[in-house]
């Protein structure tokens, strides 16, 4: 049934229509010259010299008269009603097309039979400048917003609600999408992709968007050849999705150093899998001050091509909380993760980890530092390991600053602290050299009781209780009774002091 108005199209489009029970009519915008104020088809159709070429219709009204008199006109903006529009065909879009609800709790397209809103150029010639505003798509049978090989359009305030999937955006170029949602959709919420028969997406932003309850990922930003491109994903936030919050994968090309990816302010709780799973991503990728909670595998998962995260915050994730390898760039994030211990929730396994705040259920902060495994005989290593200077030159060509080695002394005063990962020799890996560690090695041929102090022992990498003369490098906070080196404790280091 048409909904009823009591404002004519002419003072609708002026913004001159009188208040409706108690809210004002809406203005609408447009831009645009217009055609004087022949009028189009439809029975509530107009143009605007103000507002560029228009073409109201109520709900219940067909849409196609309206939107083809657009076509044919060369563009303009078709404006939906407030109430709910039933099409059983396709809203198929052109270039210079727009389409304006009053609002997307106010005008809602839902879709019967296999239709949907759909833009669809031709790689190498694009659609374009197309916008879409202010209504609700919903049943849509494969996406609520497909658009493919379209640029310069976009997209603001539209709800993609229990479609196939939300926004399905292929081989797109400069567009934005801000302040939209992708609710309760059978798959994705916002989906971003290319393969390799297809133009790579790039210069674009979503920003201020929600992928809440979909089946699978919240958004996927991926490619299965051609890598996507110089994006922005700001105060975006996934939850409770059926995969994980973001996804990404953009195999990198011969061109990546002039790449720029960024996620900003971004936020993931509550998804099945993975807050953030970045596989394969390029060497430009960037997350700041990002947000992983209580999702249902990993908070922060990055691959192995050196990414930069930073000032992020993981916790009360079901796996770890960060993953972080190929030599990523790792500075500056907190765990806050009140059931586990701080260190049980990292690998930082090739990463470049600096200054780090990992903290417990005490605020625990720490001092890590990256440390060169300077050990002759290409020998490892290991976490849990306490490790000594060793800046000398021993065949590898230069003396390294930072290097360290193991010892066999007891209570050596060249101790430095306790490694975090696994490293072979010739390769930097994190090591805490001030603060609370939950992996130390120790042999407890002297009983070790919480409070007593550490120092090395006569084996390589493993911590003692420090007798009078010995440097210490340790508090334990655990104690450990057994005469052979397979403890593993909490500890509380410090600056090495001679007792």
């Known amino acids: 049934m048409a909904v009823t ?128 505003s202010g209504f609700t798509v919903k049943n849509s ?81 991926s490619s299965s050849f051609i890598y996507n491109t110089d994006y922005v994903l700001e105060s975006c936030r996934a939850e409770l999705n059926g ?19 960024n996620y900003i302010f971004c936020i993931s709780s509550d998804n099945t899998l993975n807050g953030f799973l970045f596989e394969d991503a390029n060497p430009d990728t960037h997350l700041f001050s990002c947000r992983a909670v209580d999702n249902g595998a990993d908070g922060f998962v990055i691959g192995d091509y050196g990414c930069r995260v930073n000032s992020c915050v993981s916790g009360d994730n079901l796996g770890k909380d960060y993953v972080i390898g190929g030599n990523t760039f790792f500075v500056g994030n907190d ?21 780090n705040s990992p903290r417990d259920s005490f605020s625990t902060r720490r001092d890590v530092r990256l440390l060169f495994n300077n050990r002759p005989g290409g020998n490892s290593i290991k976490a849990g390991n306490v490790v000594v200077a060793d800046y000398t030159n021993t065949g590898i060509g230069f003396q390294y600053p930072d290097g360290v080695n193991l010892t066999t002394t007891a209570g050596d005063s060249k101790v430095v602290g306790v490694m975090l990962a696994t490293g072979s020799r010739g390769f930097s890996r994190s090591a ?35 007798s009078t003369g010995h440097t210490a490098f340790a508090i334990a906070m655990e104690a450990y009774t057994a005469n052979d080196s397979d403890g593993v404790i909490d500890a509380l280091v410090i600056s090495p002091r001679k007792i």
Request: proline share 3%; net charge negative; hydrophobic share 35%.
């Open 5 to 132: 108005r009591d404002y004519t199209p002419d003072n609708f489009l002026g913004g001159t229509a009188p208040v409706q029970g108690s809210a004002q009519a809406p203005q609408v915008t447009g831009g645009g010259e217009g055609g004087g104020n022949a009028l189009l088809q439809g029975s509530v159709s107009r143009t605007s010299g103000t507002f560029g070429r228009s073409a109201t219709v109520k709900a219940g009204e067909d849409i196609r008269p309206a939107l083809e008199s657009l076509k044919s006109a060369g563009g303009g903006t078709l404006i939906l009603l407030a109430g709910v529009h039933r099409p059983d065909y396709d809203i198929e879009l052109s270039s210079n097309i727009s389409i304006f609800g009053e609002g997307s709790a106010l005008t809602i397209i839902d879709f019967i039979q296999n239709t949907q809103i759909i833009a669809q150029g031709v790689d190498g010639t694009p659609l374009s400048d197309i916008k879409l």
């Open 335 to 355: 765990v806050l993760d009140i059931n586990f211990k701080p260190i049980d929730r990292i690998d930082v396994t090739n990463a470049s980890t600096s200054s």
């Open 141 to 221: 049978w494969s996406a609520g917003i497909y658009f493919k090989y379209v640029s310069y359009f976009l997209i603001n305030d539209v709800v993609s609600e229990s479609n196939s999937n939300g926004f399905y955006l292929y081989g797109c170029t400069f567009f934005k999408v801000e302040q939209c949602h992708a609710l309760s959709n059978n798959n994705i919420g916002f989906v971003v992709y290319s393969n390799s028969g297809g133009t790579r997406n790039n210069n674009f932003v979503l920003q201020g968007c929600i992928a809440r309850s979909n089946g699978s990922d919240g958004f996927s930003i």
């Open 432 to 466: 805490v050299v001030q603060g609370m560690v939950y992996n130390l090695t120790v042999n407890g041929v002297t009983n070790i009781a919480p409070g007593d102090f550490l120092s090395t022992y006569t084996e390589f990498g493993i911590a003692a209780k420090a």
């Open 243 to 261: 995969g994980d919050g973001f996804y990404t994968k953009n195999l990198p090309g011969s061109f990546y150093s002039l790449l720029s990816v």
